[in-house]
């Protein structure tokens, strides 16, 4: 998550001219507010937009309504009707609340904007149930480590899957969360694993042909990143933060 604060540039010396427009910000799934003791935590439904205009304030614009053109080059008002709203477009989301102490927080927030961005999706049909009917199903063999999240799993070919996990936590912001996971890979329910290898982000690259750019900081050092000997081809570490990509050869 990205901090701001009111009227600031990390980057550069700001000259505010706008106090409210100059300080929102798009929140594509949470954003919160905190002090010492507490964080308020708002977690949304889609993307709106937010600010902390006054302090102590978190306040979130859902729509925005205008009768004068606002200069940002559509040369007319933003105010939208139909038939159905002659008085104006309403448009309705949901948000959901977490009060925690700061160092808890974020064990709660991270998994809670999971659980708000992917909702079962319900499905019905008509009749009784048939009794081989399988009431519960799962297809990973255990539950996976809070910090882990399946990000991706699609099918490659006729006996391949693309596989994505992210570690969802940033370091240092949860005292149980914030440490690399090991992960097995053998954890499908209904699939049998023959191979694995690893791809770049965009899975267009195996990782081990990968030429990237050799950057200098700034700062003249160079970040050190931690190896991890990984125990066999199943086992996998993801750190704070990170996205790896295999490709699974199953059956």
Known sequence: MLRRRKDFRPSWTLRQSEPIAGNYYPINSRAFIK????????VTDRSQGGGSIHNGSLEIMLHRRLLYDDVRGVAEPLNETSDIFPEGLVVRGGILLS??????AA????P?????????LLSFTEGELHPDTRLEFSGLQAALPPAVHLLTLTQWDEDSLLLRLEHQFQTGESKVNSEPVTVNLQMFST???L?????NLSANQ????????DWTPQTGEKPLLKEFQERSVWEVTLRPME???FLLRVR
Request: charge should be negative.
């Open 99 to 104: 009060l925690q102490p700061p160092p808890r």
């Open 35 to 42: 002090d010492e003791e507490d964080q308020l935590t708002v």
């Open 243 to 245: 996205i790896r990509t």
């Open 112 to 120: 809670l904007a999971q659980q708000v961005v992917l909702q079962p």
């Open 107 to 110: 064990d709660a927030h991270r």
């Open 191 to 193: 699939l049998k694993l």
């Open 206 to 213: 195996w990782k081990d042909e990968m030429k990237r750019f």
């Open 195 to 199: 191979g694995v290898s690893e791809m």
